[in-house]
């Protein structure tokens, strides 16, 4: 009989390897970026043709976004077949890199299509290392919650969400009220991430919305310790790492799921 893992789905060990994909992340982003300005405008016109904007899909749940990139991207047969596997999320880690996963002619999408899941997704990625939350999360805030903060956070990770409806409106209402303050900070939003907002670039965040998304909500001062410091090693060990190690799960706790 399989022992019970720590954190639901994952082992410690597990949770280490996947906070160990991190750095690996970002360096795809950056390589993603550069791909995409070193393609000449003409190819890149070829390939952008109509209706390609990707808003739309941050009005979807994280999860609901998640399944999109992996259907559109002919992923549906190797997600099936974890399922089969005598630990589904090991074998995740251990292939997370491996290209083989699917091949070209699996995908049916256009590349524009391609292209919008690819950098949404990474888009969604980076909101959770700055923000601890997805994408989805900051524009249900939007939509339920009228927060500006949310808001602007969305637009510093993308500015394209700017065309998803939940933004659109919260435009187009501004617009409507002459609300000068309003556009003072979307215009401070649209030069992206500032360096204050990189400096908070963590993978203590990171792991904070993992332990939220694996519904560990009730971690004793001394578990939350031990996983951050000791065995994530995402925190410095300190006399004071309980104390703000909690203050930053009381926080992150607040935040919804979604």
Known sequence: MTAPKEYGKLTAEQFKQMIGTLPELRRQQGVLRDAIRAVPLSRLDGLLIEGYNWAAVYELTFHEHVALVVHGLGLSPYVEALASAPD????????????????????????????????????????????????????????????????????????????????????????????????????????????????????????????????????????????????LRVYPSHPSARKNLRAQYQLSRRISTI
């Open 88 to 231: 589904p999320q090991q074998r995740v880690l251990d292939e997370m890199w491996d290209d083989g996963k699917v091949g070209e002619d699996a995908i049916t999408l256009p590349p524009q299509a391609v292209i919008g899941l690819v950098f949404s997704l990474q888009r969604t990625m980076l909101s959770v290392m700055l923000y601890q939350r997805s994408m989805s999360s900051l524009l249900q805030e939007v939509r339920t919650l009228g927060s500006h903060e949310a808001l602007f956070k969305a637009v510093r990770i993308d500015r394209a969400v700017v065309a998803s409806p939940s933004i659109a409106d919260r435009i187009a209402r501004a617009e409507l009220r002459q609300d000068e303050v309003f556009f003072r900070h979307l215009r401070s939003a649209l030069k992206g991430p500032s360096r204050k907002h990189w400096e908070a670039y963590s993978d203590l965040r990171f792991a904070l919305f993992a332990l939220r998304e694996l519904g560990f909500d009730k971690l004793s001062d001394a578990q939350l310790e031990r996983l951050m410091v000791d065995v």
